[in-house]
T-cell receptor, first 115, second 114 residues
């Protein structure tokens, strides 16, 4: 069975500090990996995704994530956070099962950026 | 293009009642998925529809059902509501089906069961 574990439920950090949100997954089949962000009272928005090729993927707002196959991880990082990055972040994997395509999400990590 | 629209945004129901939630996907998108979001549980997959057919289903009781219409709009129904059904229900649409398919989410319907 496939699963996604986000190791931290909450991450408080000061503005301009670096941050890492951790994500580990377990899968017996090939998966594609995603990070989504949810701002208060909003739905989820795609932040970045890893499909193939370079294991380091970047978003337009300074976030990056590295796919590590041996450690089955896809951690999200940002070298310097802003107040506006305060949100909940979800790691997700997408795979094929007998029923078709399926996406499962981690429990989420709430990033709280303090001034 | 308009985004994914979910109605209503907020709903309060009494235990034992039933509820229907609606989702209008982005124009041209044929796949619609539903998720239940609760604090600490993250998003739990309910079901996915593509071209009016349910293609995948999560581990929810039969009280949770859905359907998709020919215009790709989707509805989700929960019968005999329980207090534990209180959650944010999110709908996501995508152009088609595929491993790399990006999902676009609506703002959700917040259901409170009292």
């Amino acid at each position: 069975a496939q699963s996604v574990t986000q190791l931290d439920s909450q991450v408080p950090v000061f503005e301009e500090a670096p941050v890492e949100l951790r994500c580990n997954y377990s899968s017996s089949v090939s998966v594609y990996l995603f990070w989504y962000v949810q701002y208060p009272n909003q739905g989820l928005q795609l932040l970045l995704k890893y499909l193939s090729g370079s294991t380091l993927v970047k978003s337009i707002n300074g976030f990056e994530a590295e796919f590590n196959k041996s450690q089955t991880s896809f951690h999200l990082r940002k070298p310097s956070v802003h107040i506006s990055d305060t949100a909940e972040y979800f790691c997700a994997v997408r795979y094929i099962n007998t029923g078709g395509f399926k996406t499962i999400f981690g429990a989420g990590t709430r990033l709280f950026v303090k001034a | 293009k308009a985004g994914v629209t979910q109605t209503p945004r907020y709903l309060i129901k009494t235990r034992g009642q039933q509820v229907t939630l609606s989702c209008s996907p982005i124009s041209g998108h044929r796949s619609v998925s539903w998720y239940q979001q609760t604090p600490g549980q993250g998003l739990q997959f309910l079901f996915e529809y593509f071209s009016e057919t349910q293609r995948n289903k999560g581990n929810f009781p039969g009280r949770f059902s859905g359907r998709q219409f020919s215009n790709s709009r989707s509805e989700m129904n929960v019968s005999t509501l329980e207090l534990g059904d209180s959650a944010l229900y999110l709908c996501a649409s995508s152009e088609g089906q595929g491993l790399s398919t990006e999902a676009f989410f609506g703002q959700g319907t917040r259901l409170t069961v009292v």
